[in-house]
């Protein structure tokens, strides 16, 4: 099967499928081929780029007969990014096909042939990110650049202005590249372990227009830093400019010192009525408009009457616990990260919410020493939960079960689980978190049998 097939064909194929990465999926000689860039409907000569025995991939070479769902890409370089791999998809036909990605993973790894709600989209799906971090290096000139990793890759694709992340950015990244030249700063190699400017971390308040610049260096100076602070004063709603130390020889962007140049080293957000305090080290929803509205279906599916006893699993700085608090006895947050804790504490006392209390540790190891709940919101990392955790949950029989998940194959995993055990899938819920992307969050209502 496919054996006809090698590196380097040129193929004429007719896409009919996507991928759960957003690769367009054609056939060829009883093999499967994907390619990045392609879209159902799509009729095109692919050149094969890499085969295995019953697979293999290829990259576009002519576009024959377009989708009619083809779009014309805002971003210049959205081919090359490895940030926005449905730019070129019409957001209508977005929106379907995480739909269908979520009904797929239900089906096929939980065994769950449920309804899907449609996906909550956005009105305006551009520049909605309130947060972006750039890495930065050297073009072939020696000239510092900045911009986003090329797919699968770190070589970085330079770039200025991003169609997700907020036009601030634009003017922030061009000072910083700026100054950079004019003294001789120099750009962090991955190979080597020298140079100094890592990243360009930015950071914006939707509600409040503050804004944060921060630096990534491989130290704890920046020489002619007060150069830097002069060039950025006048950036409009600019609140902070700060240092992030990381020295360490790996691919985690942040290290865990803050050293502030100019304010204090965060800014404010709202959500709802709730103000929050944002870090360079914060969790925090990179799409504040859609995170109004996930959080809003957290708190329509939980409904709360007064009485009930909330645990907030998985909680992070607490923003869903403390969203749902007005409505609740009381809430109780629990998260591994100690900084996440402390900040969800200065939160609560920051919003005068008195009914909420943090633990941290990891949900799976101290769940049985947590107040017993009416409801749980379970918000997990992608990898989603433990399944002891889950176990231990339905034991405990809470009325009804919130999972909000960034992952729809973990999701069904962990669905297959709970279903197992006795609750109900009442409702599937996606929000389009990430528009041009192929990531999708879900929540999901379970209650009790």
């Known amino acids: 099967m496919g054996e006809h097939v090698k590196n380097g064909d040129l193929i004429r194929m007719t896409i009919t499928d996507f991928s759960t990465n957003g690769e367009g999926i054609g056939h060829a000689d009883g093999c499967t081929l994907f390619v990045a860039g392609a879209l159902i409907g799509d009729e095109i000569e692919v050149r094969i780029t890499h085969m295995k025995k019953t697979y293999g991939y290829g990259q576009i070479k002519t576009l024959i007969t377009p989708s009619p769902y083809r779009v014309k890409p805002r971003c210049p370089v959205s081919t090359k990014c490895g940030g926005c791999t449905l730019q070129n998809l019409a957001y209508d036909a977005q929106l379907a096909f995480k739909k269908n990605l979520v009904e797929n993973d239900l089906k096929r790894l939980g065994g769950l042939d449920l309804p899907v709600n449609d996906v909550i989209g956005m009105e305006a799906p551009w520049h909605y990110r309130n947060k972006s971090q750039y890495p930065v290096g050297r073009d072939r000139r020696g000239n510092p650049i900045a911009g986003f990793y090329a797919g699968r890759s770190h070589e970085i694709v330079p770039m200025r202005s991003c169609a997700i992340s907020a036009e601030i950015d634009e003017l922030i990244v061009g000072k910083v590249l700026a100054f950079m030249k004019d003294y001789d700063i120099p750009p962090y190699d991955e190979k080597t372990g020298e140079g100094l400017v890592r990243h360009i971390l930015v950071r914006k308040g939707c509600v409040t227009g503050e804004v944060m610049a921060c630096l990534i260096v491989n130290g704890r100076r920046l020489p002619q830093a007060d150069k830097l602070v002069e060039a950025l004063k006048t950036v409009p ?114 919003n005068g919410v008195t009914n909420a209390s943090f633990s941290v540790g990891a949900s799976e190891d101290i769940f049985k020493d947590l107040p017993k709940a009416d409801v749980v919101i379970l918000d997990p990392p992608r990898k989603g939960c433990e399944e002891s955790l889950l176990h231990e949950l339905a034991a405990q029989k809470p009325e009804r079960i919130v999972y909000v998940s960034c992952n729809p194959a973990t999701l069904a995993r962990d669905l297959k689980v709970l279903t197992a055990c006795g609750y109900r899938v009442d409702a599937v819920q996606p929000v389009d978190m990430f528009p041009h992307t192929t990531h999708i969050e879900n929540v999901v209502r379970l209650s009790l049998l």
């Open 237 to 350: 709603g600019l609140v902070s400019v700060c240092l992030n130390v990381n020295t360490r020889r790996s691919n985690v962007i942040l290290g865990n010192e803050v050293l502030p140049l100019l304010g204090d080293p965060f800014i404010t957000d709202y959500i709802g009525d709730l103000a929050f305090r944002i870090s360079p080290l914060s969790f925090y929803q990179i799409n504040p408009v859609q995170t109004k509205k996930l959080y809003d279906t957290v708190k329509m599916m939980a409904d709360l009457k007064g009485y009930e006893t909330v645990l907030d699993l998985y909680c992070g700085i607490g923003t869903i616990g403390l969203y749902l608090a007005d409505r609740a006895d009381s809430v109780h947050g629990v998260e591994i990260v100690p900084q996440a804790i402390k900040d969800a504490r200065e939160n609560a006392v920051r």
